[in-house]
């Protein structure tokens, strides 16, 4: 049953095979059990829980269930859940009750899904290995002692560790789809504006993204169906018609065009997943696809951009927690100026720190058109690569991230190795376009342990119907996207 896919677990609800809260009950012991270890959840509230699921079984009974009615799914802890503790993975929210709701806990309350928990996340989503949380690192569940990537590392973990039906990610600069990636799931990152930001805590609105993070395609488009959606609180949602996600899920490949962008098969990426992502493109060539070579030429400069507009944003953004309008207040000052400085400087951690810093700096007068104007116009240039790539292919290939999941500790004394991860990912995020990660296979390491490797799609823009088709066709030939980790059962536990 907890392996089961979204489709599955709604028609035996509807059938009766199964209650909401049997079903519900059934993840909360799992979670009772390898939580303690993985640390995929920082919030729970079982009780809240298991009411959603009683008012689900009751919404069933009565004969009004939507798709997703009575099923489990954990929510990043980034999104304002009314009535739950939301930290971010911040120190500095740590205490904080979230007063109303996201948009996105507002559909998936709508839809009639069950909130399971939130989950751990790098602080503030500023990471890529789930290692700057407040609350502690997550471990991945393929390898207890790898990071399950970031920033969504939580959901990420309670997904492969079936802790969960499904959940909900960010992604700023490629947090859905490296840790989807490293984790061996399904994760996607809609189009800018495509998912309402209202009550998702802000790092860099330009930027930020939620999507789904699930063991399929066809899981995606159901949840997708659920989050996306206009939203006139979010000035920067798009008011579009109404879609149906799996729409085009059946549709065959024959004569899609590939485009493969020479940059993401070049230096730096590692040899052994760069063999996984060509197994997959010949299979895809299988399915009737037609390769096509590709350049994204500014692909090298996506990093640097990103990492001075992304810290401007959270400078920004950040400001707000000052100890009075939110967040942790130190306990001793001495005046306004010194119960600011020492709020944020216990409230935040070391890389939120970098952020701000750094964001404003290249914000302040002598550097704002050296650095912030600059990127800004190589970002354009950036979006002017895809519009130009699109030109000759429907769908964009490459590797999702450099390498599999690395060693806890491996990279947190260097950030910009650990900036390097989403070199694949974070151009999608400065030009606006959606992108998934799909597992692709394994990669044995030195050690001899498999780790899943995640084949990237990025679609032009709106386009997520039919990446969603192109990966659901691939995992109709291939069932990497059904491998489960082997979990160690917890000591003291029979
Ligand atoms: N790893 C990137 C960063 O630290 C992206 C994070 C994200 O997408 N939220 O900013």
Same mark, same amino acid.
């Given at each position: 049953?907890?392996?089961?896919?979204l489709?599955?677990l709604s028609?035996?609800l509807?059938?009766?095979? +199964?209650?909401s809260?049997?079903l519900t009950?059934?993840?909360?012991?799992?979670?009772?059990?390898?939580?303690?270890?993985?640390?995929?959840?920082?919030?729970?509230?079982?009780?809240?829980?298991?009411?959603?699921a009683?008012?689900a079984?009751?919404?069933?009974?009565?004969?009004?269930?939507?798709p997703l009615t009575g099923i489990p799914i954990?929510?990043?802890?980034?999104?304002?859940? #009314?009535?739950?503790?939301?930290?971010?993975?911040?120190?500095?929210?740590?205490?904080?009750?979230?007063?109303?709701?996201?948009?996105?806990?507002?559909?998936f309350?709508?839809a009639g899904a069950v909130?399971l928990?939130?989950? #751990?996340?790098?602080?503030?989503?500023?990471?890529?290995?789930?290692? !700057?949380?407040?609350?502690?690192?997550?471990? #991945?569940?393929?390898?207890?002692?790898?990071?399950?990537?970031?920033?969504?590392?939580?959901?990420?973990?309670?997904?492969?560790?079936?802790?969960c039906a499904a959940?909900?990610?960010?992604?700023?600069?490629?947090?859905?789809?490296?840790?989807?990636?490293?984790?061996?799931?399904?994760?996607?990152?809609?189009?800018?504006?495509? +998912?309402?930001?209202?009550?998702?805590?802000?790092?860099?609105?330009?930027?930020?993204?939620?999507?789904?993070?699930?063991?399929?395609?066809?899981?995606?488009?159901l949840m997708? #169906?659920?989050?996306?959606?206009?939203?006139?609180?979010?000035?920067?949602?798009?008011?579009?018609?109404?879609?149906?996600?799996?729409?085009?899920?059946?549709?065959?490949?024959?004569?899609?065009?590939?485009?493969?962008?020479?940059?993401?098969?070049?230096?730096?990426?590692?040899?052994?997943?760069?063999?996984?992502?060509?197994?997959?493109?010949?299979?895809?060539?299988?399915?009737?696809?037609?390769?096509?070579?590709?350049?994204?030429?500014?692909?090298?400069?996506?990093?640097?951009?990103?990492?001075?507009?992304?810290?401007?944003?959270?400078?920004?953004?950040?400001?707000?927690?000052?100890?009075?309008?939110?967040?942790?207040?130190?306990?001793?000052?001495?005046?306004?100026?010194?119960?600011?400085?020492?709020?944020?400087?216990?409230?935040?951690?070391?890389?939120?720190?970098?952020?701000?810093? $750094?964001?404003?700096?290249?914000?302040?007068?002598?550097?704002?058109?050296?650095?912030?104007?600059?990127?800004?116009?190589?970002?354009?240039?950036?979006?002017?690569?895809?519009?130009?790539?699109?030109?000759?292919?429907?769908?964009?290939?490459?590797?999702?991230?450099?390498?599999?999941?690395?060693?806890?500790?491996?990279?947190?004394?260097?950030?910009?190795?650990?900036?390097?991860?989403?070199?694949?990912?974070?151009?999608?995020?400065?030009?606006?376009?959606?992108?998934?990660?799909?597992?692709?296979?394994?990669? !044995?390491?030195?050690?001899?342990?498999?780790?899943? +490797?995640?084949?990237? $799609?990025?679609?032009?823009?709106?386009?997520?119907?039919?990446?969603?088709?192109?990966?659901?066709?691939?995992?109709?030939?291939?069932?990497?996207?059904?491998?489960?980790?082997?979990?160690?059962?917890?000591?003291?536990?029979?």
């Open positions: 049953m907890i392996n089961s896919s489709k599955t028609q035996m509807a059938k009766k095979e +199964v209650s809260v049997e009950q059934a993840f909360l012991n799992r979670i009772n059990t390898f939580n303690p270890e993985i640390n995929a959840y920082i919030a729970l509230d079982q009780d809240r829980t298991l009411a959603q009683k008012a079984d009751v919404r069933i009974t009565a004969g009004n269930a939507e954990a929510q990043k802890d980034i999104f304002c859940a #009314n009535g739950w503790k939301t930290t971010c993975g911040s120190k500095m929210l740590a205490n904080f009750v979230a007063p109303y709701d996201a948009q996105v806990i507002t559909k309350d709508a909130n928990g939130k989950t #751990n996340m790098d602080e503030f989503a500023m990471g890529s290995s789930n290692e !700057t949380s407040y609350f502690g690192g997550v471990k #991945n569940p393929w390898d207890f002692t790898r990071v399950p990537g970031g920033s969504s590392g939580g959901s990420a973990a309670a997904v492969a560790a079936r802790l959940a909900s990610g960010t992604d700023t600069g490629g947090s859905i789809r490296q840790p989807a990636s490293l984790c061996g799931l399904t994760g996607l990152k809609p189009t800018y504006g495509v +998912v309402s930001r209202y009550g998702m805590i802000a790092f860099a609105s330009s930027l930020d993204q939620a999507g789904p993070m699930a063991k399929s395609a066809e899981d995606c488009a997708m #169906n659920v989050m996306a959606g206009f939203d006139e609180r979010d000035s920067t949602s798009l008011n579009r018609e109404k879609e149906d996600y799996a729409r085009d899920l059946n549709k065959p490949l024959q004569g899609l065009r590939v485009g493969l962008p020479k940059e993401f098969f070049a230096e730096g990426l590692d040899a052994n997943v760069g063999k996984v992502i060509e197994a997959a493109i010949a299979e895809y060539k299988k399915l009737g696809a037609e390769i096509v070579e590709i350049s994204l030429p500014n692909t090298g400069l996506s990093i640097p951009v990103y990492y001075v507009l992304a810290p401007a944003e959270a400078s920004s953004n950040l400001s707000r927690y000052d100890g009075v309008r939110y967040g942790h207040r130190a306990a001793e000052y001495t005046d306004l100026m010194d119960m600011y400085c020492k709020s944020r400087a216990e409230g935040f951690g070391a890389e939120v720190k970098r952020r701000i810093l $750094i964001g404003t700096y290249v914000l302040s007068a002598g550097y704002y058109d050296a650095y912030y104007l600059k990127a800004q116009q190589i970002r354009r240039l950036i979006a002017q690569d895809f519009e130009e790539a699109f030109k000759h292919c429907d769908v964009i290939m490459g590797p999702a991230a450099p390498s599999t999941a690395f060693k806890a500790g491996e990279k947190v004394d260097d950030p910009v190795a650990m900036y390097l991860q989403d070199i694949y990912t974070i151009s999608t995020n400065l030009a606006g376009l959606p992108g998934m990660s799909v597992p692709a296979g394994f990669s !044995t390491g030195d050690d001899g342990k498999a780790l899943p +490797v995640g084949l990237q $799609i990025i679609g032009n823009y709106f386009d997520e119907a039919r990446m969603l088709n192109v990966a659901h066709q691939y995992q109709q030939v291939t069932d990497w996207h059904t491998r489960m980790p082997d979990l160690p059962t917890p000591q003291g536990t029979k």
